[in-house]
């Protein structure tokens, strides 16, 4: 959303000065219900879904942060949007996994004893541009006004500052002691502007390949000689059997109490607020532009309209909004997504009706009502099957979760992953192959924590129940077996020896090709044909060639006119001639060294935060339950 404040030429223009306070807190009233402010259960709306170190995040702050997105994804996609989309997408994911990460951002800055203070919260907020009119803060009454029915206090729009100013300081804290050097700016600049024109001849080594023949005793010959090529970890072959809610399905009953209480407390996932669609014609103002000029162009072209002309052709001619191409269509839009003007104008229009001039923080627009869709929320009848559905997936969880701590005492006391069998029929035991610590396990959706578990469990034992993500259920593993690290046996790499050994000859013939090729350009040049790129720049290709950092670290430290040796590639070899370089000018560089000096340090700051904030991630303890958020999400 943040993306349209910062690009003015973007649709952002009409999210106005109090929009993007309006992001953090205006959707709370708009989309939670009533109904959710009292609770305070695990799952509930304003109990916990999530913990960081045992710290707890709020199922009213997943909402917030989810609607908000949701909002935003309706603004974009117009008639293309839908619930299920989003679902696809993973928004409930995207949302939560940002809410972890300040989270834990937050726990890094107070551990190392971080603070912010009131008065840093009451400059922030009295110079944020989203908080002033005419380049000075709205007051105290404005301010106090925009809470009003927006669900959130001031205190708490204050708290959400403070933890930003609190995050932006550990961020301070980690990246300002980056630095580049004038060595490190003229390096980098080279690489991304320095361009070659190139001619080549590539010797692939495909093209011996079938002349190759390899017998089964060069084979067996080529594995003892290269036996490190085969040498292979400690591996641990595994029994396992899941658990999984549809297990359960059929012992769970959901009654029609329990699908029409679930309707009413979250009636607000079946609801679509009221909605317009309109167009509108945008005469922006500025410090740089006279208002009266600008004021008379836009009553000259609404004269125009209020004389029947076309409206959509109008916008395309006059609009200096982004949305001119499309006519002056902004798409469905509902409340709280507009600047206050143009939102009153918007939804106060008849379909068809046209606008006097609105002015806005951005300039005058003509608008004019296109569509409008009602408040709608789709009947029980309508939604009962899926009801029934959640409901049904939920207690079914709920039993699986209570049958894990049975089936794990009765798995310890029969010592045999068999043992569930018994109990439950369906499940059918399966045995891995043998696997090393750092291999994933396909079976098990490639969970490197169920490798790890597998290799912290002694030989024959079977491991805790472990969790395989969301809605997955639970695994239970009997470690069966253990081979020590060795050699693979001959048989068991045989196929691997021979394509090793067939590519290994291929390019010595290759080789032997491109060295042929090399004394025929060094001599009269024969009928050899080259290749030619005009424009080879660093971590591009050169095509039949594929990747090879030989001729990407050879090709710019040659002279034009100079032919390299032979260049080992990922397809064989490759002879290169310099043509023609290109793309620095000292001059240019000089003018342009502050800035990009400016762009590099900001780029590798950026990849020392996101270094960071992963490797923070994975120090903390994360608990979250997907099973309440789906429930909220739907």
Known sequence: MLKYFRNRRSMGWLMGSSMLVLVIFAFVAFYVPVFLAPSDGVGSPTGAIAWVDGDPISSREFLQGYRLQDAQYRQQLGAQYSPDLLKQLGLDNFVMQRLVQDKVLTLEAERLGLSVADAEVSQNILTDPSLQQDGQF????????????????????????????????????????????????????????????????????????????????????????????????????????????????????????????????????????????????????????????????????????????????????????????????????????????????????????????VRSNYGYHIIKVMEREVAFTQPLEAVQEQIQGVLSQEKATTTMEEAIESAAERLRAAGSIDALTAKYPLLVPQDTPFF????????????????????????????????????????????????EASVAPFEDVQNQARQ???????????????????????????????????????????????RSAAVEARAFEMEVGELSAPLVSDNGYVLIRVLEKSGFDAEDFTEQ??????????????????????????????????????????
């Open 138 to 357: 709205i007051g105290k009454e404005a301010y106090m006004g925009m809470f009003a029915g927006s669900g959130m206090t001031p205190s708490m729009y204050e708290e959400q500052v403070r933890q930003g100013i609190l995050r932006q300081k550990l961020q301070a804290l980690v990246t300002d002691g980056i630095v580049v050097t004038g060595a490190d700016v003229e390096d980098e600049y080279r690489r991304r502007n320095e361009k070659l024109s190139l001619e080549y001849a590539v010797i692939a080594r495909s093209d011996f390949e079938s002349e190759l023949e390899v017998s089964d005793d060069e084979v067996r010959a080529y594995y003892d000689e290269n036996q490190a090529e085969f040498e292979r970890p400690v591996q641990r072959k595994a029994r396992f059997i899941t658990l999984t809610p549809q297990l359960f399905t059929g012992e769970v009953t959901v009654t029609q109490r329990e699908i029409t209480r679930y309707y009413n407390e979250n009636q607000e996932q079946y609801s679509t607020g009221e909605q317009v669609r309109a167009s509108h014609i945008l005469f922006k103002t500025g410090p740089d532009k006279d208002e009266d000029e600008v004021r008379q162009q836009a009553e000259a072209v609404l004269l125009e309209v209020k004389a029947g002309a076309d409206f959509a052709e109008l916008a395309r001619q006059h609009s200096e909004d982004t949305s001119a191409d499309s006519g002056g269509d902004l798409g469905l839009f509902g409340r709280g997504a507009m600047v206050p003007e143009f939102e009153q104008a918007a939804f106060t229009l008849p379909v068809g009706g046209t606008s006097e001039l």
């Open 436 to 483: 090393g610590a750092q291999d994933p396990l396909p079976q098990l959706g490639n969970s490197m924590d169920v490798t790890r578990r597998v290799f912290e469990t002694d030989v024959l034992k079977i491991t805790p129940a472990i969790p395989l993500g969301p809605g997955g259920g639970y695994v239970f593993l009997q470690v069966l077996e253990e081979r």
């Open 500 to 546: 090793q050994l067939r590519d290994e000859r291929a390019m010595e013939l290759a080789r032997a090709g491109a060295e042929d090729v090399h004394r025929q350009l060094t001599g009269d040049g024969g009928d050899v044909e080259l290749l030619t790129n005009e424009s080879y720049f660093r971590g591009s290709q050169l095509p039949e060639a594929g």
């Open 593 to 634: 060294r502050a800035s990009f000096e400016e762009q590099i340090l900001n780029e590798r700051r950026s990849r020392m935060w996101g270094a960071f904030v992963q490797n923070l991630q994975s120090r903390y303890d994360v608990q979250i339950d997907w099973q309440a958020i789906r429930g909220i999400t739907g």
